[in-house]
């Protein structure tokens, strides 16, 4: 099976990576990918756009050239309390709200803080996906988290840039949440982490502990268009209707 959606990208506006949404938009168009998120670093990052780049992402066409562009970000969990970096009604006029946590906003500490600050991001009703939560350097009670996300209609992503530029030995707490996640009845999805155009759409690794979970592909969001745009529809995002056209061809 194919994924030709991907929820979770970066472009030079976050100055650590190196490609321009066109540059983006081109390769999707190479790659047969029908649906991609740009999701840049939310503001409290070091080298991350202002704020006002999130605001002003309604600029951008839903659809060019039968490619789907979903205007996201992805936040920094600030605290044990979850509070993210984006807010308000500002966070209405996105399409997908990532959030996950980086050292220079939230910095280590232990199992206990950094299983709360998760849980409560997740309950906030702000954020629709978690960023690679089997981060090694960000230990957490993986039950627990997974509980949480289903019931509160979150999904938890399994990162492929874990496995191969970032955060290495992420392999065995991604497969616990994988099988986590399908005990608890709740939903996951596959991200890039693109930093560079040629990465996108590419799960190559996360495919590996899906496969080893066996997971459900019906519970899996990137398995199409339809189902991560119903999926952010019940989640309350509104002009989702404006990629109608996408689902379609």
């Not at 959030?99 to 910095?107: D, I, L, R, S, T």
């Amino acid at each position: 099976m194919k994924y030709l959606v991907d929820t979770h990208t970066h472009t030079v506006a976050s100055t650590h990576a190196y490609s321009t949404l066109q540059e983006y938009i081109a390769m999707a168009k190479q790659k047969g990918i029908k649906l991609f998120a740009t999701t840049d670093h939310g503001p409290d990052m070091a080298d991350a756009p202002h704020f006002w780049h999130f605001v002003n992402l309604r600029v951008i066409p839903r659809i060019v050239d039968g490619v789907g562009i979903l205007r996201g970000i992805e936040a920094n969990i600030k605290n044990i309390d979850g509070d993210i970096d984006f807010f308000g009604d500002y966070l209405k006029q996105l399409d997908i709200v990532l959030a996950g946590f980086h050292e220079p906003v939230f910095a280590p500490s232990d199992k206990q803080n950094h299983t709360q600050a998760m849980i409560n991001c997740i309950k906030s009703g702000k954020v629709d996906i978690i960023t690679h939560p089997g981060n090694p350097a960000y230990p957490i009670d993986i039950e627990a988290v997974a509980k949480a996300a289903a019931e509160n209609n979150v999904a938890l992503e399994i990162n492929n840039s874990s496995f191969l530029t970032s955060r290495k030995g992420s392999e065995h707490n991604c497969l616990a949440i994988a099988n986590a996640v399908k005990e608890a009845g709740g939903l996951l999805v596959m991200g890039s982490d693109s930093h560079v155009s040629y990465s996108l759409g590419d799960f190559s690794q996360a495919l590996t502990i899906i496969d080893q979970a066996n997971f459900p592909v019906e519970r899996l969001l990137n398995r199409s268009p339809e189902a991560l745009l119903s999926f952010l529809s019940i989640r309350g995002h509104g002009a989702l209707d404006e990629y109608s056209a996408l689902l379609e061809q």
